[in-house]
C-alpha cells in the first residue's frame, strides 16, 4: 500500500505544476489519475483526462496496477503508443482514386491471417483502436467475448476511453508487466507491448515525467 504522505507528495507536486488533482488529500483518485496523465503527456487533456482517470482509477485497482512503478510505466506506454493520449484510433491515408471504398494504408491488412482478416475491408475495420492498439478482427473477437461486448460488430467501441483502459489493462496483464514494471526493466515492458524497442527513448521521456511527480529516479537501462 502506498503511504498517504506519498500521495500527498504527488497531489502537491502536481498541483504546482499546474494540473489540478483535485482536493490535495492523500486519495489518488480519478482527478489526479487525470492530473497525472495530463502532466506525462505534457499538455491538458480536458474532457478526455477526465474520461481516461475515472476509467484508470477502476482499473488499476482490479488489476493491481496500484505502485508507483506499474502505474509510472503503464501511464509512459499509453502516452508514446496514443502520441500524448492525442489517437486512440490508427489512422490511415484515406481512399485513394481506387473504385473502393477502403482506406489505401490500411487495405494492407484485409487479408491478413495472423490478424484473423479475412475479409476486403477487415483492415479498416479492425484497424488499431485503444490505448494498446487492438488490432485485426481476430483480437476484436478475443478481447470483446472477454469483456462481454461485440466488437465484431461494433469495433468502433474499442476507442471508447473506458474501454480503451479496461482492454489496455488486460492486455498489460496478460503479458506480466506488472512484474517486468516492479523491476523497473522499461525495455522488457516495451518488447511486450511492441514487439521490440521501437520509440525507446520517447517511451523513457514519458517515463522520466510520470516517474517525477513520485521522485522516483529514470529506469535502469537510462
Given at each position: 500500500?502506498?503511504?498517504?504522505?506519498?500521495?500527498?507528495?504527488?497531489?502537491?507536486?502536481?498541483?504546482?505544476?499546474?494540473?489540478?488533482?483535485?482536493?490535495?488529500?492523500?486519495?489518488?483518485?480519478?482527478?489526479?489519475?487525470?492530473?497525472?496523465?495530463?502532466?506525462?503527456?505534457?499538455?491538458?487533456?480536458?474532457?478526455?483526462?477526465?474520461?481516461?482517470?475515472?476509467?484508470?482509477?477502476?482499473?488499476?485497482?482490479?488489476?493491481?496496477?496500484?505502485?508507483?512503478?506499474?502505474?509510472?510505466?503503464?501511464?509512459?506506454?499509453?502516452?508514446?503508443?496514443?502520441?500524448?493520449?492525442?489517437?486512440?484510433?490508427?489512422?490511415?491515408?484515406?481512399?485513394?482514386?481506387?473504385?473502393?471504398?477502403?482506406?489505401?494504408?490500411?487495405?494492407?491488412?484485409?487479408?491478413?491471417?495472423?490478424?484473423?482478416?479475412?475479409?476486403?475491408g477487415d483492415g479498416e475495420r479492425y484497424r488499431g483502436r485503444g490505448i494498446f492498439q487492438?488490432?485485426?478482427?481476430?483480437?476484436?473477437?478475443?478481447?470483446?467475448?472477454?469483456?462481454?461486448?461485440?466488437?465484431?460488430?461494433?469495433?468502433?467501441?474499442?476507442?471508447?476511453?473506458?474501454?480503451?483502459?479496461?482492454?489496455?489493462?488486460?492486455?498489460?496483464?496478460?503479458?506480466?508487466?506488472?512484474?517486468?514494471?516492479?523491476?523497473?526493466?522499461?525495455?522488457?515492458?516495451?518488447?511486450?507491448?511492441?514487439?521490440?524497442?521501437?520509440?525507446?527513448?520517447?517511451?523513457?521521456?514519458?517515463?522520466?515525467?510520470?516517474?517525477?511527480?513520485?521522485?522516483?529516479?529514470?529506469?535502469?537501462?537510462?
Amino acid at each position: 500500500m502506498i503511504p498517504a504522505a506519498q500521495y500527498l507528495t504527488a497531489q502537491t507536486r502536481l498541483f504546482k505544476a499546474g494540473y489540478d488533482p483535485g482536493p490535495v488529500d492523500g486519495v489518488f483518485g480519478p482527478r489526479s489519475l487525470a492530473a497525472w496523465s495530463s502532466y506525462t503527456a505534457n499538455r491538458q487533456l480536458a474532457a478526455r483526462g477526465k474520461q481516461l482517470g475515472t476509467a484508470m482509477a477502476a482499473d488499476f485497482r482490479y488489476f493491481g496496477i496500484v505502485t508507483p512503478l506499474r502505474m509510472s510505466h503503464f501511464l509512459a506506454q499509453a502516452a508514446h503508443e496514443t502520441g500524448g493520449f492525442r489517437y486512440l484510433v490508427e489512422r490511415g491515408s484515406g481512399d485513394g482514386p481506387d473504385p473502393d471504398p477502403w482506406d489505401d494504408y490500411l487495405q494492407r491488412y484485409d487479408h491478413r491471417q495472423d490478424l484473423g482478416n479475412f475479409a476486403a475491408g477487415d483492415g479498416e475495420r479492425y484497424r488499431g483502436r485503444g490505448i494498446f492498439q487492438l488490432t485485426g478482427r481476430a483480437n476484436y473477437q478475443t478481447y470483446g467475448a472477454r469483456l462481454g461486448i461485440d466488437l465484431i460488430s461494433h469495433p468502433d467501441r474499442a476507442a471508447e476511453p473506458e474501454l480503451a483502459v479496461r482492454i489496455a489493462c488486460l492486455f498489460w496483464t496478460d503479458r506480466s508487466l506488472n512484474s517486468a514494471a516492479d523491476r523497473d526493466d522499461l525495455e522488457t515492458v516495451t518488447r511486450r507491448i511492441n514487439g521490440g524497442t521501437n520509440g525507446l527513448a520517447d517511451r523513457r521521456a514519458y517515463l522520466a515525467r510520470a516517474k517525477a511527480i513520485w521522485g522516483l529516479s529514470h529506469d535502469r537501462f537510462a
